[in-house]
């Protein structure tokens, strides 16, 4: 049985947690499978990766039964092995949006905002409700998602154990988007991507890369990376295409170099 199944649109990959009885609560089965499908579309002309859910809802967390049988040892290596790959896909080469309908708690929280973007559903519920199990976020909740709504949102979500549906999660920054009535979240994904796919890939590259370094680095040093990925972009030959087809009053055609 496959834990995700890839369907592509256009230029878009379209990866679906597929674990449905559990409400795609994420196993050792669904890390190898998300992990193996990034290898196969980094190395392809896919332009935008969405990620949704199977069945009623996005996800629900952790396999909890699995998570009790690792032991020590062995849930210190899993949060290693997520905080790898949500890393991974913070700084995959294309543009990832999560299409959130339904529960989207713990884990499933936190591989949504590992995402560039996320869509939902009215429907979407989020949280990080760990605490109720005296334990705590470590898929990297605690950091990507106080980056994202801030630190005193986040202590909220964390320390209260709350859920906050879609709107609410559109105030507080934790949502981009919320699909129209009667509109799937993987459409409004696709048409989130529409509008992104048809810029270069490099300067989407060097906007991101500077933006991150907002967060990791100071000042001083953030600006010096801004300076250098503009470079980077300047140099391209989307940038002379781009310039170009502006003065001469037609579309660009980017190629991503």
Do not use: W
Not at 102 to 112: M, Q, R
Not at 198 to 208: M, P
């Amino acid at each position: 049985m496959t834990a995700i199944h890839r369907h592509d649109i256009d230029s878009c990959a379209i990866l679906t947690l597929d674990r449905p009885e559990v409400r795609n609560a994420m196993n050792a089965d669904i890390v190898d499978a998300l992990d193996a499908q990034l290898d196969a579309i980094a190395t392809s002309d896919i332009r935008a990766l969405i990620i949704t859910g199977g069945g009623k809802g996005f996800c629900a967390g952790t396999d909890l039964k699995e998570m009790l049988a690792l032991g020590y040892d062995g849930y210190q290596q899993r949060i290693a092995r997520m905080h790898s790959l949500f890393g991974r896909l913070r700084d995959f080469p294309c543009v990832s949006i999560a299409a959130i309908h339904g529960a989207a708690l713990g884990g499933g929280t936190e591989l949504a905002s590992a995402c560039t973007f996320r869509v939902a559903t009215p429907d979407a519920l989020f949280g990080l409700p760990e605490i109720r199990l005296g334990v705590m976020p470590c898929y990297g909740g605690t950091q990507t998602v106080a980056r994202l709504i801030g630190e005193s949102r986040a202590l909220d979500l964390m320390l209260t154990g709350r859920t906050v549906d879609a709107r609410e999660a559109l105030a507080m920054g934790l949502v981009n988007r919320i699909a129209d009535d009667g509109q799937s979240a993987v459409e409004a994904a696709l048409a989130l991507a529409g509008q992104i796919t048809g810029f270069s890939a490099v300067a989407q590259r060097a906007i991101r890369a500077a933006t991150a370094a907002a967060f990791d680095h100071d000042l001083a040093t953030g600006m010096a990376i801004e300076r250098q990925q503009a470079a980077i972009a300047f140099v391209s030959a989307d940038a002379r295409e781009g310039v170009g087809a502006f003065l001469d009053k037609r579309p660009p055609r980017f190629t991503d170099r």
